[in-house]
């Protein structure tokens, strides 16, 4: 005998049956919320999935409208992100440059305070020094154009820097008071005693003085007239004194009264 309804049939006739009862079981939900004047668990959760939907839609849209406008403004922001670079560089640099010049204007105002003393004096700028230190030498932004002359005279405001010997139109080399080459007529001054003060390289060395000179630790040490400079500028003071036994003479190291580690302006004494 064969059967009237095959496999596939059966399963067709289940799924009718089943979306029956849901559309049953939905319309019975609905009757239910309709009596008692509530909405339904149903229609809450169409409502969300629906406020879900637009709010994707609405996040979607933002961001596109976003990106699209930050492609159009990007060449903008872009310029004006170089020329915000640009001034703060400016910034950064003239902020440089007035530091430079508040530290220094007290030894500028010095130097020139020196120069309008000595009447006939030349202001100059510390510009180099000797790269491979052979000798203790400065080189300044004045040369034979501003008057300087070989042998002149070199000071600061604290005392004797050295003296010129080398000189161009536009520059010009000063051999310092400390270098081993460097010789300067030289007189204590309490109690008038002479000397040469030279150069050690490292500080400045008193010679050649009388043995009958009282030098004392902290004696005030200035130029005695000579080939570069006039009497009277500070070389240094004493801080050692030596009695070589059996020396004609005693000597003394001297400290110098240049900083010279922060040697910037200087004045060349015209000789």
Do not use: C
């Amino acid at each position: 005998m064969v059967p009237i309804f095959t496999y596939r049939d059966e399963r067709k006739l289940f799924a009718v049956i089943g979306a029956v009862i849901i559309a049953a079981s939905i319309a019975l939900v609905q009757l239910e919320s309709l009596k008692t004047g509530k909405p339904s668990l149903i229609a809450v959760a169409v409502t969300a999935v629906a406020v879900f939907a637009q709010s994707a839609v609405t996040t979607v849209e933002n961001v596109t409208r976003g990106l699209a406008g930050s492609i159009v403004d990007a060449p903008q922001l872009s310029a004006q992100n170089a020329a915000l670079r640009e001034k703060n560089r400016a910034l950064r640099s003239e902020n440089a440059r007035l530091r430079e010049a508040v530290a220094a204007a007290p030894g500028a105002q010095e130097i020139a305070s020196a120069a309008a003393r000595l009447g006939d004096g030349v202001v100059a700028t510390v510009v180099g020094y000797d790269p491979e230190n052979l000798s203790r030498t400065v080189t300044l932004d004045r040369g034979s154009a501003a008057g300087v002359k070989l042998d002149d005279g070199v000071i600061d405001d604290e005392g004797v820097v050295g003296r010129i010997v080398a000189v161009t139109p536009f520059d010009s080399t000063v051999l310092l008071v400390t270098d081993g080459a460097s010789k300067v007529s030289a007189v204590v001054q309490r109690g008038r005693w002479w000397g040469i003060a030279t150069g050690t390289n490292s500080a400045i060395r008193l010679e050649y003085v009388s043995q009958d000179a009282k030098l004392r630790v902290g004696d005030v040490v200035v130029t005695g007239s000579g080939r570069s400079f006039a009497a009277g500028f500070e070389i240094g003071r004493i801080a050692r004194v030596d009695h070589p036994e059996g020396a004609l003479y005693q000597t003394a190291v001297v400290t110098p009264a240049v900083a010279f580690g922060r040697l910037a302006h200087v004045v060349v004494v015209p000789r």
